[in-house]
């Protein structure tokens, strides 16, 4: 019986759904993530799911294994190849000071030492001629001298490679003739835009993190042929589509926020489902917190990540869904700073040894160790991946930090939850009040492990009164990878002014893209159903810097001479900026193309009907719970929601439980179980 299934790695446990596509059923697996060893968590999950490895079909994977490896960069000996005269491009960055009065600023910290970064006599212009031929026997000598040096990748980024790269391939070639055991990349590759800075930090990151993502997908790859697996793993990308993994072995930075992009992609297809246009994801699982806006249905997609934040961090210029993550989770530790206040996060206890009430050795009290002593949680039931909780050790370490504010213990959980929720708030501002929306016209999707727990606080926090919880919230990220399709993003930098620059050519050019992406995704592992093709356009103001991204209209200028690109293009930027100059000249600067190749996707099973009020056995009992440390411990209905039917109303307080997670409504909320299973949420002005 053919099996699709999905497998998410985070920071503290390794989520698995699948898909039985003759039955229909799901079938749910949680399992502790291995630090030590990814690829075991990947088939402990498996395992807890009960996925007959010699029916597996079709896998996705997503995983954290590049931005960790980023992050605290345990990456690859790596070199850097650059053209004559641009060696310190990449170590002086842009000059960003966006903190203008702070003497304590820190600039970013190449992953490239000076001493690995050579340069080889060659150039090209912007326009794509060729200045200077490459040099090949120098390029020789620089690549003697690499083995030497002992490196395990090398990244090229020669000048102008986007716009013609034919000296990076030869290149290429070169290098991997002398060093056939070392990881290269080209810029080219991996990126199309201009900015030479941008540009070469991507493909330094890439190269950074090659060797150990290449090994690792690899083995994955090779441990599930070896236990029966009739299926070559699919990889979920920060683009939102899936890709087969020699793509994804030679774009390994497309794998950034693999994880979170599968909550995204289960967002906007249950946003189909419930009718809605627009939505915030809200992912809050053991490490993070992560959001993101949908808007008419369509993927949030930034042009630039910046790796360990915008101040100081390295920019990777990929396709990437625009996501907000904050380092706040349920196993964020709650400490004290010299002055004695109180922070939580970003700091995580993670999956080794966690939380104290996981009972693996935590000594820390954290998010989910505050939720034990008010009650949120039951002290004597289970977490994720069934580990009962240790209700003792939780009161244990929050006591221990309640002595040294000098608190009682409930006034310092309280505060614990309070500042996690403050915390995780403001990634969904980052999200919408910062870019000008308001959180309060959209309805909050709350998943991961933790969400359902804490997101009434959060909604409160913003204003936002429409939240809904789907089916299967503490794995719904996984779910969400089994929505998605095969998708490739290219992006090509070629500066036209409208006006003077026929139509026909846009046109053109857009078409030599999808025939190129074509290609690709049908070159492909992974089978297709159909291919559509999505057009778009950075574009500017002559005489602007920076570009607004905006879906491209059809390029055939109207009969009264009136461009449709440019009134679209008009109508971005007045939105974005709030004016818009219709009488000046524009000019398109890149051409942007996905190309989306269909997939199969489950289908999600309804519940049966029942009335307004729960049936009796849904009710499993009470419990007191602290929602407020003034007014005390309230007692609180608790339901199983796996009982729960479509048109039942729980009106809280309530504990909604289910085996990986739990939905808290506090005073004054009401849950409605729609046909879908999902709880439609509405907060209450309760505490």
């Given at each position: 019986m ?10 503290t446990f390794t989520d ?11 079938l749910?697996?949680?399992a502790l993530?291995?630090?030590r060893?990814?690829?075991q ?10 996925v007959?490895l010699?029916?597996?079909a ?8 590049v ?11 790596t ?17 960003n ?6 003497l304590?600023?820190?600039?970013h910290?190449?992953?490239?030492p000076?001493e690995?970064v ?20 120098r390029?020789?000598?620089v ?5 030497g040096l ?6 090229v980024?020669?000048?102008h490679a ?14 991997r003739?002398?060093?056939p ?5 080209l ?6 835009e201009?900015?030479?800075?941008e540009?070469?930090?991507?493909v330094?990151a ?9 090994d690792y997908l ?21 683009n939102?589509?899936v890709?087969?993994?020699?793509t ?24 189909e489902?419930l ?8 992912d809050?699982?053991?490490t ?6 949908i808007?008419?249905?369509?993927f949030?997609v ?7 934040g915008?101040r100081?961090g ?8 625009d996501i ?5 989770g349920g ?13 939580v996060g970003p700091?995580?206890?993670?999956a ?6 996981f009972?693996?050795?935590g000594?820390?009290p954290?998010?989910t ?12 039931g ?12 939780a ?11 000098g ?15 403050a915390?995780m ?11 000008g ?7 909050l999707?709350?998943?991961g492990g ?7 606080l ?6 936002v009164?429409?939240v809904?919880?789907p089916?299967v ?6 779910l969400?990878?089994?929505m998605?399709?095969a ?21 053109e ?7 190129e ?29 920076h570009?607004?991204t ?12 009136d461009?449709?690109l440019?009134?679209?293009f008009?109508?971005?930027h007045g ?15 890149s051409?942007r ?6 997939l ?27 929602f407020d ?5 309230v007692?609180?209905?608790?339901y ?7 048109g039942?109303?729980?009106a809280?307080?309530?504990a ?5 997670t ?8 009401t849950?409605?179980v729609?046909e ?5 949420v ?6």
């Open positions: 053919p099996i699709r299934a999905a497998v998410d790695i985070g920071g698995v759904v699948a898909y039985h596509e003759q039955t229909g059923e799901l749910l697996g949680k993530s291995t630090p060893d990814l690829i968590g990947v088939f402990d999950g498996l395992s807890t799911a009960d007959p010699d029916e597996l079709f896998l996705i994977h997503g995983s954290t294994i931005v960790n490896a980023l992050i605290e960069r345990r990456g690859a000996r070199a850097l190849v650059t053209t004559a005269g641009f060696r310190d491009v990449y170590e002086i960055g842009r000059i000071r966006p903190d203008a009065f702070n304590s600023f820190t600039r910290r190449p992953l490239v000076r690995l050579l340069e080889i006599p060659e150039r090209i212009a912007a326009d794509g001629m060729v200045m200077r031929p490459l040099d090949e026997e390029a020789r000598a690549a003697r001298k690499l083995a002992g490196v395990e990748a090398v990244a980024a020669l000048l986007y716009r013609n790269p034919a000296h990076e391939r030869r290149l290429g070639q070169l290098l003739e002398e060093l055991d070392v990881y290269v990349t810029s080219h590759e991996i990126s199309r201009y900015r030479e800075f540009r070469t930090s991507t330094v890439n190269a950074f993190v090659g060797p150990i993502v290449s690899g083995r994955l790859d090779q441990r599930l042929r070896q236990g029966g697996a009739r299926t070559s793993v699919a990889i979920m990308q920060s939102g589509g890709s087969d993994v020699a994804a072995s030679a774009q390994c930075v497309q794998m950034l926020e693999s994880g979170p992009a599968g909550g995204v992609v289960g967002t906007i297809a249950l946003c489902a009718g809605y246009r627009e939505a915030i994801a809200f809050m699982g053991g993070t917190a992560k959001s993101a806006v808007r008419d249905l369509t949030p930034a042009s630039d990540y910046f790796l360990g915008y100081t390295l920019p990777i210029r990929i396709p990437c869904l907000v993550e904050v380092g706040t196993g964020s530790v709650a400490w004290l700073d010299e002055a004695g206040g109180v922070h700091r995580s206890a993670g080794e040894p966690g939380p104290a009430c009972g693996r050795g000594t820390e954290t998010i160790d505050a939720a034990v002593v008010l009650g949120h949680l039951s002290p004597d289970r977490l994720s991946g069934d580990l009962p909780i240790d209700g003792e050790a009161h244990h370490v929050v006591r221990t930090l309640a002595e040294r504010l608190l009682d213990i409930v006034t310092a959980a309280a505060g614990i939850i309070a500042i996690g929720a915390a708030a403001n990634s969904v501002r980052a999200v919408t009040t910062e870019r929306l308001d959180p309060r016209d959209f309805a999707f709350a998943y933790n969400g359902p727990l804490h997101i009434s959060v909604a409160r926090e913003l204003g009164t429409r809904v919880i089916p919230p503490a794995v719904f990220s996984a969400g990878m089994l998605a399709d998708r490739l993003d290219l992006v090509q930098t070629g500066v036209r002014t409208l006006g003077s620059t026929d139509p026909g050519e846009i046109e050019a857009y078409r030599t893209l999808e025939v992406c074509a290609q690709r995704l049908r070159g492909s592992a992974i089978g297709l159903d159909q291919l559509e093709f999505l057009r778009a356009a950075d574009m500017r103001y002559v005489g602007q810097e570009t607004v905006l879906p491209a209209p059809a390029l055939l200028a109207a009969d009264d001479g461009d449709p440019k009134r679209a008009d109508a971005a939105q974005r900026y709030s004016h818009s100059a219709p009488g000046e000249p524009a000019q398109v600067v051409l193309v996905s190309a989306v190749g269909k199969g996707k489950p289908d999600v099973p309804k519940v049966a009907a029942g009335d307004l009020a729960p049936p009796a056995p849904a009710r499993t009992g009470a419990r007191d719970v602290v440390p003034v007014a005390g411990a007692p609180t209905a608790v199983d929601r796996a009982r729960l039917l479509a039942n109303r729980v809280g307080p309530a909604i439980e289910e085996p990986t739990t939905t808290l409504l506090r005073p004054g909320d849950a409605r729609d879908f299973g999902n709880l439609l509405e907060i209450g002005a309760g505490a």
